[in-house]
Nanobody, 117 residues
């Protein structure tokens, strides 16, 4: 599967952005999906995942502010980000895999999110 992330940009603290991840192929619904981010000098971290049954997971850092969703008819995954903070600044990547544990099997190219204070 090929993934294309989009929707990043510059936003003020407290603002919102919606990221999209378009996937190629007919088997999108069979993949578990996720969003990761990597800030300068930091390791890549998971910010949200969504399973084939649309079960979701969020780490505490984004819980209540980020919402992951998927539209299998459009082969697209989304990340709605609200109440953004400067420490959310990072390159955001979408990823996919056949199992929840292998979500990092396939990667998109990343989209920059910058939150100004």
């Amino acid at each position: 599967v090929q993934l294309q992330a989009s929707g990043g940009g510059l936003v003020q603290a407290g603002g919102s952005l919606r990221l999209s991840c378009a996937a190629s192929g007919r088997t999108f619904a069979s993949y578990n999906m996720g969003w990761f981010r990597q800030a300068p000098g930091k390791e890549r971290e998971l910010v949200a995942s969504i399973g084939r049954s649309s079960s979701t997971y969020y780490p505490d850092a984004v819980k209540g502010r980020f919402t992951i969703s998927r539209d299998n008819a459009k082969n697209t995954m989304y990340l709605q980000m609200t109440n953004l903070r400067p420490d959310d600044t990072a390159i955001y990547y979408c990823a996919a895999g056949p199992t929840i544990g292998s979500i990092g099997r396939y990667w998109g190219q990343g989209t920059q999110v910058t939150v100004s204070s």
